[in-house]
């Protein structure tokens, strides 16, 4: 498959997800396999509303729980897995100043995931 922009799109979100939560994106020696895959477990807190989980009881981290979830959204419509349902890198950085809203993403591998 050729390198397109939606596939760094799809990068950055991933960087994205490893910066807040402080680790690689396949943790296969976390003893906890719902935590193996950084993308679907981020995805799970945040559906769960439980996203301070990610975190790590980084405790001056949870003072800006409401950037933490506009940035973890911004993540999860990066990595869809779907690239039309990808922003464009401009509007990734729209989302992250704030000038245009965050809507709430989708699952971002629907076909991987227990209906």
Excluded at 62 to 86: F, H, M, N, Y
Aim: one cysteine or more.
């Amino acid at each position: 498959m050729a390198i397109t922009t939606k596939v760094d799109v799809y990068s950055f979100g991933v960087v994205l997800l490893e910066i807040i939560c402080c680790r690689r994106s396949v943790d296969m020696e976390n003893n906890c396999e719902e935590k193996a895959i950084l993308t679907d477990w981020v995805y799970d807190c945040y559906q769960g509303g439980v996203l301070e989980l990610v975190l790590d009881h980084e405790v001056d981290a949870l003072d800006g729980k409401i950037k933490l979830e506009e940035t973890v959204k911004i993540a999860l419509w990066c990595i869809q897995e779907d690239p039309s349902l990808r922003p464009t890198m401009g509007k990734v950085v729209q989302m992250l100043e704030g000038v245009v809203e965050i809507h709430v993403p989708p699952c971002p591998s629907p076909y991987n995931r227990a209906a």
